[in-house]
């Protein structure tokens, strides 16, 4: 699939495939992505998701208003206590499929929202 937006300033998900999310040149099964950059990913089994996993991406400077998460093929919520350490953070979690993550990424980012998103594979 392929997805063309207004470009907004840092990495936009271009298109999206079995073989992961399309980010400029490159091709990530599983994405971490802020408005600075983007990076291949290893995460954990969704149950076993905690902070240290996302790290990366909730050290934005400032802090994100809220974390875009992708939860592969299907919508699975994330474990309670990780949503609830990372709203006591003062961070949003907004849990989706990856396909629709990746497309919200490129509407908010166009609209300027400074957020973070953390993909899992959509196969």
């Known amino acids: 699939m392929r997805m063309d937006r207004a470009r907004a300033d840092g990495p936009v998900v271009s298109g ?3 073989a992961g999310f399309r980010v400029d040149d490159n091709v990530y099964r599983a994405l971490a992505i802020t408005p600075e950059r983007a990076d291949g ?3 954990p089994p969704i149950a076993a ?3 240290a996993a996302l790290a990366d991406v909730l050290a934005l400077d400032p802090q994100p208003e809220f ?3 992708g939860t592969g093929p299907s919508l699975v919520r ?4 990780l949503v609830r350490a990372i ?3 003062g961070i949003g979690v ?3 499929d990856s396909r629709a993550a990746a497309r919200a990424w490129g509407v908010l980012r166009a609209e300027g929202r ?5 993909f899992y594979p959509v196969a």
Do not use: H, Q, T
Not at 78 to 81: G, I, L, N
Not at 114 to 118: D, E, H, S, T, V
């Open 16 to 18: 999206l495939s079995a």
């Open 67 to 69: 974390l875009l998460l």
């Open 87 to 89: 709203e006591a953070r």
């Open 78 to 81: 994330p474990p309670v206590p």
């Open 94 to 96: 907004e849990a989706m």
């Open 114 to 118: 400074w957020i973070a998103g953390a």
């Open 41 to 43: 990913w290893a995460p």
């Open 49 to 51: 998701l905690d902070e």
